[in-house]
């Protein structure tokens, strides 16, 4: 038997109001911004996070996920602020990061901007593209950590002003299912990491997955263990159906959000698997932000029905 824990945190939007261009403004930014200045600089806030990373040393998961929009403005001194956060947080190797749309607000060279996460980002052994002058494919990315296999998925795009939907890409696609086969036979207990919610129905259309359909049906096809995403700002527990299985799909709040009410306040999900001859018994502690002493304390325990790993 053995057993490994795992936390999963969300849209931190980590930003800053100093040293900003206003050349840098002159585009969709400038809504971000605004909204930054109105409100959310008083909804998302350092001294939470910095609670929330005390007390994941207190619990020492083996391993952290943060499934996108670390940044608020997807600027490159945010990308850069982002990664001394990411360094506090824990090694490259014990954390692994998905972009979400805030990191994508308008195209922005890579090398300004994710190069700075790259550990956090790539696959154990990335592949490079030929096709590409031999650049590197970051994804789906693929991160193995003893029986869990941690597959991320990239759904974060540029859109034109009050959007926010994200979309993957037929590559991505592809090589999603037959990553998930290649897993699925080695019985392994497939995580997929994606931003924007994963099941029709779960958020607006203007926030919206634009081909949620065909992950659905990628998903169906192949199977997962489980599937986890941010974009929406509160705790989330779906399903998705499939003759074989039922995949639990978790979604986690802002994890630097002071909510004004308890459905929205910071919370981390921290999950413990046990595997026991193929077979997983998975429970989720949801850790939630107490602005009443600053610290997070245990709000509920859900246990999940025993996983039977298979292919299809």
Not at 25 to 35: A, D, V
Not at 129 to 154: C, D, H, M, Y
Request: glycine share 6%; with cysteine.
């Amino acid at each position: 038997m053995t057993t490994f824990t795992f936390a999963q945190l969300s849209d931190p939007h980590l930003t800053t109001l100093e040293g900003i261009d206003l050349g840098d403004l002159f585009n969709k930014r400038i809504l971000g911004y605004l909204s930054w200045r109105k409100h959310r600089r008083r909804e998302h806030r350092r001294e939470v996070l910095n609670a929330l990373i005390k007390d994941l040393r207190q619990k020492e998961p083996d391993h952290i996920v943060i499934t996108g929009d670390l940044t608020h403005l997807g600027l490159p001194l945010e990308f850069r602020m982002v990664q001394e956060w990411l360094k506090d947080l824990g090694p490259a190797s014990r954390v692994t990061v998905i972009p979400g749309n805030h990191e994508t607000y308008v195209p922005t060279p890579w090398e300004e901007t994710f190069a700075h996460w790259t550990p956090y980002l790539l696959s154990d052994e990335p592949k490079r593209s030929a096709s590409q002058n031999g650049s590197i494919e970051a994804f789906p990315s693929v991160r193995l950590r003893g029986k869990a296999a941690f597959i991320g998925l990239s759904s974060a795009q540029p859109t034109f002003p009050f959007l926010a939907t994200g979309r993957l890409d037929a590559a991505q696609l592809t090589k999603l299912q037959e990553i998930l086969d290649q897993l699925g036979e080695q019985k392994l207990f497939r995580v997929v990491l994606v931003h924007h919610p994963p099941l029709a129905g779960m958020v607006s259309w203007r926030k919206s997955l634009t081909n949620v359909g065909e992950l659905e049906d990628v998903l169906s096809r192949c199977g997962a263990e489980l599937v986890l995403h941010g974009h929406a700002h509160r705790s989330m527990l779906s399903y998705l159906s499939r003759p074989t299985q039922c995949i639990p799909v978790v979604g986690a709040p802002s994890a630097s959000a002071v909510g004004k009410t308890s459905d929205r306040r910071a919370c981390y999900h921290l999950f413990r698997m046990t595997e026991e001859q193929g077979a997983y018994d998975l429970v989720l502690n949801t850790y939630t932000y107490s602005p009443d002493d600053q610290g997070f304390h245990l709000e509920q325990t859900h246990h999940f029905p025993t996983i039977q790993c298979r292919q299809s």
